[in-house]
Structure formats: C-alpha cells, structure tokens
C-alpha cells in the first residue's frame, strides 16, 4: 500500500475516533459537593442547610441511635423514620431545606455523631 494512502487512511481513523467524546456512556449529569461534613447532634436538636430548588443526593451515616430526616421545600421524597445510614435522592421543587434531626427519647438519648454528605446533581 502506498505511503499516502496509509496517511490519509490514518487521518481518517483519528478524525473519525475523536469524535466520540471520551466514553462518559452519554450521561451528562454533573455533581458537586454542598455539604461535607461530620456533626455533633444532641438529643432533642435538629440542623438545617437552606438549598436551593434542585435535585440532590445526601450520604448520611450516624453512630448511636439514629437520626431523622426530612426534606421542606415541595419536595418529592418523604421524612424518614428514625435511621442510622441514609442514602437517597431528592428533588426540591422550590427553595428549602434539609433537615437532621436527633429525636429525644425521655431525655435518656445521646449526642449523635452524624456524617453528612449532600450533592447538587444537574
């Protein structure tokens, strides 16, 4: 085969791959962190991190007895039952908030050591 077929053949793979776009499987969601932190919750204390309307994933572990989730905002996900490892999407149709909660027990609960993840999806 002649040299400038071989070129012009090679060319035409290179154009032809380039554009395929890195594999990323046709998604194109992005992510990026709004909460990544770990908390010291009290018995009988909520925390609340005001958000703006948009879709989020929140990664939350606790340590004792559990925590209580619950998402204001017209949400589309419902308050939890009282869990210690919480993994979940949530749309907010509006602006609003999520909330931990460490519910009281008699006054006989204690602190909850809760790590908190949240994610902005787009």
């Known amino acids: 085969m002649n040299t400038k077929i071989k070129i012009a053949l090679l060319s035409l793979l ?3 791959f380039s554009g395929c776009g890195g594999g990323s499987g046709g998604s194109d969601l992005t992510e990026s962190v709004v909460v990544n932190e770990t ?6 204390v909520s925390i609340s991190y005001p958000l703006s309307a948009g879709t989020y994933n929140a990664a ?13 905002g017209n949400a589309t996900c ?19 908030q ?10 006989l609960g204690g602190d909850e050591i809760v ?8």
């Open 98 to 107: 999520l909330n931990i909660s460490n519910p009281t027990l008699l006054g």
């Open 14 to 16: 290179v154009i032809i």
């Open 60 to 72: 939350i572990t606790s340590n004792n007895n559990g925590v209580k989730i619950q998402w204001i």
């Open 78 to 96: 419902a308050p939890s039952a009282e869990i210690k490892s919480y993994s979940s999407n949530c749309t907010l149709n509006q602006n609003g």
């Open 115 to 122: 790590t908190i993840k949240v994610t902005s999806i787009k």
């Open 39 to 44: 908390q010291v919750i009290p018995e009988g």
